[in-house]
């Protein structure tokens, strides 16, 4: 087992990284256990993985990307209202594209990617409140 020390928005979380004999990642942090893919950089999937959850704590609504891709489209605009599959953005994955949709109603409250961007799975896109 590894330990880690990870900053999120300035709060720093000591993590203890597992890989286990069938190469899953476990992440321990704060008494709870995350799974993550293994990733070339182990500290920026946990990193992304914990700034979720941390944000997900707080009632908001966070979209991450589901594979690695490019943002072809953004559908939607800061402050615009949604309702629970409304389309989010159009992600071009494997030369398929890939509709990302809300989880939820509620109003967007931060995109955090632009056109053409190259993302990677589990990437924050969207944050809905």
């Known amino acids: ?12 979380y000591n993590v203890k990284v597992e890989e286990t004999d069938d190469g899953k990642i476990l992440v321990h942090c704060d008494g709870d256990v995350y799974e993550i893919d293994k990733p070339q950089d182990k500290q920026a999937a946990i ?16 979209i991450t990307a589901p594979l690695p891709g490019t943002i072809y489209d953004i559908k939607v605009k800061k402050n615009q209202k949604v309702k629970k599959g409304d389309s989010l953005i159009k992600l ?12 939820r109603s509620g ?13 990677n799975k589990d990437d924050i896109l969207i944050i809905i409140e």
């Open 47 to 62: 990193f992304n993985r914990i700034k979720k959850e941390k944000i997900e704590e707080k009632g908001k609504a966070v």
């Open 1 to 12: 087992m590894e330990d880690l020390t990870i900053r999120v928005d300035g709060k720093e």
């Open 92 to 103: 071009i994955a494997m030369k398929m594209e890939n509709d990302i949709t809300s989880p």
């Open 107 to 119: 109003t967007v409250k931060e995109i955090r990617v632009k056109k053409n961007d190259n993302v």
